[in-house]
């Protein structure tokens, strides 16, 4: 028996299968049971986003109604941004929507709010180490931040912080140096 293909009017007593209740209610298991067997298929699709396609996910992305979904974009970043669509959803309009969209479009990155740098009221900054945030994708960027944050917040600044890494030198390189 497969469960896309049960009729439940077939599993039912004689005597009940007869009545008009029993019969509505066997049909409207059916029709749930269809429902349920369809979105076990949607998601077996999650454990192989790995395998999928840019063509499949792409229509994946679509199902799902990722509204701040690229098509255009690298086939690793469609995979991290479909993975964290139902986090996003759950969270648009707040700091970690924000910068989860950075971190699957961009790396990594990182939101300031006003009062972390005493900016006004419902503004925010974002920092970022990569430089392609601003440089060839800012209109990107721009329409992706429009559609996670609220209406209401106001971007001040993207700001790109590229930090050397200092490195103390070791005990044996100071004995050299004498």
């Known amino acids: 028996m497969r469960l896309s293909e049960v009729e439940m009017i077939k599993l039912l007593p004689s005597w009940m299968a007869q009545d008009g209740a029993d019969q509505g209610l066997a049909s409207g298991c059916d029709t749930l049971t269809r429902d349920a067997y369809a979105r076990l298929k949607l998601l077996s699709r999650w454990d192989k986003i790995d395998q999928l396609s840019e063509a499949e996910l792409d229509e994946m992305a679509w199902e799902l109604n990722i509204q701040w979904y690229d098509s255009t974009a690298p086939i690793a970043v469609k995979r991290a941004v479909i993975r964290s ?14 910068e989860q969209i950075i971190t699957d479009y961009f790396g990594s990155g990182e939101v300031r709010e006003w009062y972390e740098y005493g900016g006004l009221p419902h503004h925010f900054k974002v920092l970022s180490a990569n430089p392609e945030l601003v440089n060839s994708n800012l209109a990107l960027f ?12 106001w971007l ?5 912080c590229l930090c050397l890494l200092y490195t103390s030198p070791s005990p044996r390189d ?3 140096s004498r």
Do not use: F
């Open 142 to 153: 721009l329409n992706l931040l429009r559609t996670v944050k609220r209406r209401s917040a």
């Open 85 to 98: 669509s139902d986090r996003v959803y759950a969270k648009l309009g707040t700091r970690y929507a924000v």
């Open 156 to 160: 001040d600044a993207i700001l790109i």
């Open 174 to 176: 100071m004995r050299r």
